[in-house]
């Protein structure tokens, strides 16, 4: 309970840049803002094909929209803060960056290696230990379900280091 | 009588009656799962849903559907922690209960009266579907567009958390969907000279990013969450002073479920919790709620079920999902060629019958799966998420892929999953962004073919007095909460 309220009061004292209501409003709001310039650049029907409203006009309504509400949510926290979250732990970004490796692995080399990887990689840093269990998640399951997908579906996965001596053999 | 016949289909028909089997055995284990659920379940067994007929595709789909809104309650009552959203509420006396000694009484009340609100609200579908069906033949391009409002409206003021936020991502997930080529005009929109987003962001992976792998994010944030799980010897039957208690409880939170699923929300989890709270009003023994309360579990999970036949009524008689569930089962009907709406009701009535039919079996399943193996169920939470979610993140990744085979439907996923967890995080409900998505060219395509039929007048819209209606409605919807939080501040 004292902890909780430590950290309200700690959260109460920072400087509003650094509180989750600016910086999660701040986003919305670039991006948006972003997004909006960049609907000017769609291209204009002429009005003789065009059949009630230009293509860029929806968009822009609905970014108007999303940026409007984001400054009354935040006008709004002003009066009733947020509640203040925790810190998010080590296997939090570890579990991020395995998603980067995936993508990374998946365009490079091999999407089967990605999953691979990925799985492993989760499965450990999240306290799995046991080589049979690590095995299990990072081969014997994925092999599973890429020849349940295959067979079912006639499903083919993309070509890569590992995929392809499996569609060879 | 001939619509009884057609209901019947499904148990003369061993391949439904073996898909009916599989799919509520399958949405039991979903259910039980913490942090998976029928939504995840039905976006991942999707691809496979192309192997099958269109009528066997949707029965799968909607007996996910009741049976993992019923497994929710099994972890719930059991270890404290609701296997899906919309058992919650059965947590605050579920769980009270089991620990007293009584899980097999708690158990036994969530399984009969989850069968008796799930066919409750098959029994108003029957009925209420294909009313609505045929009032829809008066909708022209402007009641669509307004009823659409409505629907988004409505999920902001009564869904989860902040309006506003809830707004904000309704509003998202509209403008997602104006990713790709234009409808109308096929001008690019948002695609950045990426060829691959001309044919716009698919369901699937957004549906898979903001539900499963945003939960692989979350669950990584609970690593050292502890599970204590009550012993539980068998499930009993409700006894008759059971029954004599509940009774009552049990037909109004059916009535609750079923009208709560009808309005275009969050279908289950907002039926349970008004399902609980006027239980508790009702109730005699108001002061027992929250220690271990028979009525309190009846309440809640006769609602949540109820809330499924609900949610299918606006799915299948306007093409308006009534929850992120039938969002799933919608994009099913879509992906095999079946246009929900009038049209539905007047030239395929066997197939509509017989996915009533097929919820009214997957009812009376998953109370047989519920009461003889709740044990059984229940272990499965055993599984440690270090070795579960692995292979949840390898069978979502093929999943999404499968679809469209692209990688980057696999990208778009992890995008969506790395979003959905910051959105949770800060108080922004993911249901909205699915409900925007599949209806977002609803809406666009209402409003610009209503302005070209109006001339480019907007205020036309209100001479038309079923879209005014949907309008006043909405504006009612949006001033709920306002009107709701100065009543409560007094």
């Known amino acids: 309970m004292n902890n909780v309220r430590k950290q309200k009061r700690a959260n109460k004292s920072l400087p509003f840049f650094f509180k989750d209501e600016f910086k999660v409003s ?58 203040t979250e925790k810190k998010l732990p080590k296997p939090f970004y570890l579990t991020l960056i395995s998603f980067l490796l995936f993508i990374l692995i998946s365009k490079t080399l091999d999407f089967f290696l990605a999953i691979s990887v990925l799985s492993v990689f989760v499965s450990y840093y999240w306290g799995e230990r046991r080589f049979f269990y690590l095995l299990l998640v990072s081969i014997i399951f994925p092999i599973i379900v890429f020849i349940f997908f295959e067979t079912i579906l006639g499903l083919r996965f993309p070509p890569g280091i590992i995929t392809n001596i499996y569609y060879q053999v | 009588m001939e619509n009884l016949l057609l209901m019947m289909a499904p148990l003369f028909s061993s391949k439904l009656l073996l898909v009916l089997f599989f799919g509520t055995l399958f949405g039991l284990i979903l259910g039980v799962l913490p942090g998976l659920g029928p939504t995840t379940g039905g976006a991942l067994i999707l691809p496979f849903t192309m192997t099958l007929d269109p009528l066997s595709a949707i029965v799968l789909l909607t007996s996910i559907y009741c049976a993992g809104t019923y497994g929710g309650a099994i972890t719930a009552i059991l270890i404290n922690t609701p296997g899906t959203p919309a058992a919650a509420a059965t947590c605050l006396d579920g769980y009270p209960l089991a620990q007293k000694g009584e899980a097999g009484r708690a158990l036994g009340m969530a399984t009969v009266s989850s ?112 599970f204590k799980r009550v012993a539980l010897k068998a499930v009993k039957l409700p006894s008759l002073k059971d029954y004599k208690l509940t009774w009552k409880t049990i037909l109004r939170s059916s009535g609750i479920g079923s009208f709560i699923g009808v309005l275009p929300a969050e279908g289950g989890t907002v039926a349970s919790l008004i399902g609980y709270s006027e ?56 992906i095999h060629g079946v246009r929900p709406g009038p049209d539905l009701f007047r030239e395929q009535p066997e197939f509509l019958y017989g996915i009533f039919g097929a919820m009214l079996i997957a ?26 979610w692995p292979m949840i993140f390898t069978v979502s990744v093929c999943g999404t892929y499968s ?44 409003l610009r073919q209503s302005l070209v039929i109006f001339d480019g007048n907007w205020l036309m819209f209100f001479t038309r007095p079923i879209a005014l209606t949907f309008f006043i409605l909405s504006f009612i919807a949006l001033a709920f909460p306002l009107l709701r939080s100065k009543k409560n501040k007094k």
């Open chain 1, 26 to 83: 701040f986003v919305i709001i670039f991006i948006s803002t972003i997004l909006l310039i960049s609907t000017f650049s769609f291209d204009i029907v002429p009005p003789i094909l065009n059949r009630g409203i230009q293509p860029a006009t929806f968009p822009k309504a609905l970014l108007v929209l999303i940026i409007s509400l984001t400054l009354i949510v935040y006008f709004l926290s002003t009066k009733k803060p947020w509640k």
């Open chain 2, 115 to 226: 069968t008796v609100g799930g066919i409750f609200s098959v029994i108003i579908l029957v009925f209420f579907a294909p009313l609505l069906a045929k009032l829809a033949y008066e909708f022209g391009q402007p009641e669509y567009f307004a009823l659409a409002i409505f629907g988004l409206t409505m999920l902001a003021s009564i869904g989860e958390g902040s309006p506003i936020k809830n707004l904000i991502a309704g509003a998202f997930g509209i403008l997602i969907s104006t990713i790709g080529k234009d409808f109308m005009t096929s001008i690019d929109r948002f695609t950045y000279g990426i060829n691959e987003l001309s044919e716009g962001i698919g369901f699937i992976p957004v549906v898979v990013g903001l539900f499963a792998i945003s939960e692989m994010l979350t669950q990584s944030t609970l690593l050292d969450q502890i």
């Open chain 2, 403 to 446: 679809l469209s085979q692209s990688i980057l439907d696999v990208w778009i996923m992890i995008f969506f999953g790395v979003l959905g967890f910051f959105m949770r995080r800060y108080g922004f409900s993911v249901v909205p962004v699915i409900i925007g998505l599949i209806l977002g060219e609803l809406v666009e395509g209402t």
């Open chain 2, 279 to 334: 239980a508790k009003r009702f109730s005699k023994k108001p002061e027992e709620f929250g220690k271990g309360s028979i009525e309190g579990i009846a309440g809640a999970e006769a609602a949540n079920n109820a809330a499924t036949g609900g949610a299918m009524v606006p799915t299948l008689a306007l093409g308006i999902p009534g929850s992120a569930t039938t969002a799933v089962i919608l994009t099913g009907l879509i």
């Open chain 2, 363 to 388: 009812n009376v399943l998953f109370f047989i799966f519920g009461f003889f193996g709740a044990k059984i169920f229940a272990r499965i939470t055993l599984v440690p998420n270090k070795i579960l």
